[in-house]
């Protein structure tokens, strides 16, 4: 695979200079100082490494960097502006949402698809799309609940 | 024996570092480190009586307080805050505390078996109470007052309420006051707490929504390299040849050798990953045992009982021949992964002979010695730092990752970053042992209890006895060999006994047609655990709600590392798809006064979830030295769609002294589950994983 020396994230466009079969994981995190999103299992099943890739949730360790091609990455790290946290943020903070914190930041970018295209998710809609994430420390409830007070702040919540 | 704090005895350095200010150091009683299971018990000897904690107020007002303890998600950074500022009735922002770098803090034991809240918590009471007392003297004196009318609050002195009033910075000015204590210092009692009892956030909260938290698998060092190590084909395999020149052709790549150990560095991880697949080795493997017929195995593999934790009382024999309802039944527990969301992961930097490690670990001291000794080094030649960690529960003790980059790095001549993948942290890492519990009782037709016969074999001596109130007991724990290398885990064994003791409880008091509740409570006088069975029951709505069709109320309790416990729940079985669902559970808890109501429900949440995955379906698998399932698609851990509705009930003992809480909550929701799919459908399982492949008839 071809090297590839461009890659658009967070509303810029990085210079990078990757073999194309490395990881979106590996880039972001080694390339670009975006450490934001982790490392879990390698093989798409915790969620850890969630990214947004044209606003959809990604798997980062099964992505390969080749493969992004113009598409726009989205990391945790994009989510605060001017000091103003996310409602997703606020909410994780305000429902203890995260013991050791680790899977958050992939828990946040799941979270804030799902509220991009439904504003109001039932719990079992909540369930259903967050269940490809893992919360090993198992503070799954107040993730519910952060979710939905995030939804609270209607549409501004995207 | 020196310790690493003594350097920090010499005053005059000690104020060189950090600054003038009032200075109190806690010279701590000799420890006994608790149980932290497996082999590994070569720290349970006694530990130094030394400074164990210490506090510095600097010019600026800033409290800095200095601790081996390492926070990996139970939020003692928190907690161990609150203890601070409770006593110096600071705001908790002007308080940093700088935590497992065996550099800067004291030395420590490690995190674990539920300690921090009951030893280190009071002790940072203390060094904060006494620095409270010497800031009391400098305004006294400042004031030209008595002291008796002084008034402290929000990080200040004031002189009487309403008075004129100085900070903690500007009394310090200038200062070098050292004090020294010891647990005879007093403290506030619980019940006049303001700060601590009281739900604050987590203090460093906001780093780890934004993702700015740097763990140790995101430490960047200039010039970094990414290593790989070369691993077995099994456990126990010999290394019969290699040859690495495949992997030494490929540009930017670096292959180490230090006798067996072989690994690779290179600039990115698929560099590496790919070095160490080009890497051809041969090896001798050896016939080991596999997880089927893995209770056999340990039968036939223990030794006598009656050691550690053993408890004899009264004569069984007697009990039993009292008895006019018997019951012998055994139990099995698997072996179980910790899965920390983040894997073993080191980042190791030479610089001349001294080396640095950043790691996620639970005893930064013991991989410092480990390290020191793997590469012939003085303990001081080595430093290891421990950013708050991505979850450890009892699985992050030991040093291999740390070790493996050093030798990475020294090899190669760079910093190096070793992150292990999941594969290798199912495999490589240590395991809950598996084990088998025979048990055997006797009670009478008024449901007292009269014998009490009990045999752990392998899992462990934790929780061995019984919280029941029964005349003629034997507990025994039985060591066995293992084919797995087991460690320490969170409630380790007491999760198992707890698991045979509560359901046995619920066979016999099914033998007996007497309710399970009544039961425990007719055999109990122990008020604690009678009093959260009582709370959680109520909470529950046992004998007030009756379970659906197809539903059923199971219930479990017990004491353990000072905790007490009793947990309900409601579960959906249905025998013809196999389906088990746990819908909802309950648990009371009782450790004393709560430092931190909200946190502590988080713990017990979390804790219930975690147990739920030892309960339903968790188990490793294993033959030949390999294991079969070190995938998260292949090993299942609870997710969202697996967790019940928990409802926590805390009892705050405010008259009593705080106890730890990250490990009890875990041992009542498998016992738990077990008796509610009996009540369901009368079938009873005696196996953890209760239903890996469904509920069957």
Known sequence: MSRITELRVNGRVERIDAEGERSLLSVLRDDLDLTGCKYGCGEGQCGACTVLLDGRPARSCITSIGGVGQREVATIESLEHDGHLHPLQEAFLKMDAMQCGYCTSGMILSAYALLRDNHNPSEGQIIRHMNGNICRCGTYQRIIAAIQEAAKAGPEAK | MMNDASHIVNRRGFFKALGAGVLVLYLAPVDFAQESGGSRRRFGAALPSDINA???????????????????????????????????????????????????????????????????????????????????????????????????????????????????????????????????TPITPATKWSIAGTSLPKVNGRDFVTGRHKYASDIKREGMLHGKVLRATSFEAALDSVDTSAADAMPGVKVVRDGDFIGVTGPDGLSATHAVGAIHAKWTTKPQPSSTGIFDYIRKNAGEGGGRGAINKGSVETGMAAATHKLTQTYTVAYIAHVPLEPRAAVAEWNGDKLTIWMGSQRPFGVRDEVAQAFGLKNEQVRVIVPDTGSGYGGKHTAEAAIEAARLAKGSGKPVKLVWTRQEEFTWAYFRPAGVIDVSSGAGNDGVMTAWEFHNYLSGPSALGTPYNIANQKCEFHGAKSPLRTGSYRGLAATANHFARETHIDEMAAALKMDPLEFRLKNLTDERLKAVLEAAAEAFGWGKRKAAAGHGFGMACGVEKGGHVATFAEVAADVASGGVKVLRATQAFDCGAVVNPNHLKNQLEGAMIMGLGGALFESIEFADGKIGNARLAEYRVPRFEDAPKIEIVLVDRKDLPSAGAGETGIVGIAPAVGNAIFSATGIRLRSMPLVPDGLKA
């Open chain 2, 54 to 184: 210490w506090l510095h107020i600097g010019e600026d007002g800033i409290v800095t307080v200095y601790t081996g303890k390492t926070e990996v998600g139970q939020n003692i950074r928190t907690s161990l805050t609150q203890a601070v500022a409770e006593e110096l009735r600071a705001p908790t922002a002007s308080i940093k505390m700088v935590m497992a770098d065996t550099e800067l803090t004291p030395y420590d034991f490690g995190t674990f078996g539920s300690q921090t809240t009951p030893q280190m918590a009071s002790r940072l009471h203390r060094v904060a109470a006494a620095a409270r007392e010497a800031l009391l003297d400098l305004a006294a004196d400042r004031f030209k007052a008595d002291r008796g009318t002084l008034v402290v609050a929000d990080g200040k002195i004031f002189k009487g309420a309403g008075g004129d009033g100085a900070g903690f910075g500007e009394l310090t000015k200038g200062q070098k006051l050292v004090k020294t204590i010891d647990d005879n």
